[in-house]
């Protein structure tokens, strides 16, 4: 049979199978990092529920920061997956959460010293985790995946 005007051309395409790209050492630092973050988040809530039960009602006491730490913890696997928007995504978010977060810190600090440490430990978790993926090889590697 000959080949119609309307045929598609035929060749034959013999691309090298893409290698997989290894995820870089500082990407699962980094997911490390903002898991451990999530970790304490959860410790702070039991620790710092009465002020919070005191700001609020008991179910908004549980259910608000239950529901950020669940957001948090999709973040973190979009990022350890690889996932380019949950970086940019977090990066956005977690800019906007710090810059309250200095109006309150020594407000923080007079309510409860372990608390308030915990935080900022959690803070200073959450910007390793954004440099590590905002710099070489972890930014190369969310590129690669575009």
Do not use: H
């Not at 893409?18 to 699962?28: C, F, K, L, T, Y």
């Not at 006491?61 to 913890?73: F, T």
């Not at 990066?91 to 308030?116: C, D, H, N, Q, W």
């Amino acid at each position: 049979m000959s080949a119609g005007p309307y045929e598609p051309p035929k060749s034959v395409v013999r691309d090298a199978p893409a290698e997989p790209v290894e995820r870089p050492r500082q990407v699962g630092l980094a997911a490390k990092c903002l898991w451990a973050s999530i970790g304490i988040g959860g410790i702070l809530l039991v620790l710092d529920y009465r002020f919070i039960a005191g700001a609020s009602s008991a179910a908004t006491a549980w259910i608000v920061p239950a529901a950020v730490l669940g957001v948090l913890a999709l973040f973190t696997a979009a990022i350890s997956a690889g996932r380019n928007w949950a970086r940019i995504v977090f990066l956005v978010l977690f800019v906007i959460g710090a810059l309250p977060y200095f109006a309150v810190l020594a407000e923080m600090f007079a309510r409860s010293k372990l608390t308030a440490s915990l935080s900022v430990i959690q803070l200073l978790l959450q910007a390793a985790a954004m440099y590590l993926v905002f710099t070489k090889p972890g930014s190369a590697w969310f590129r690669r995946q575009a």
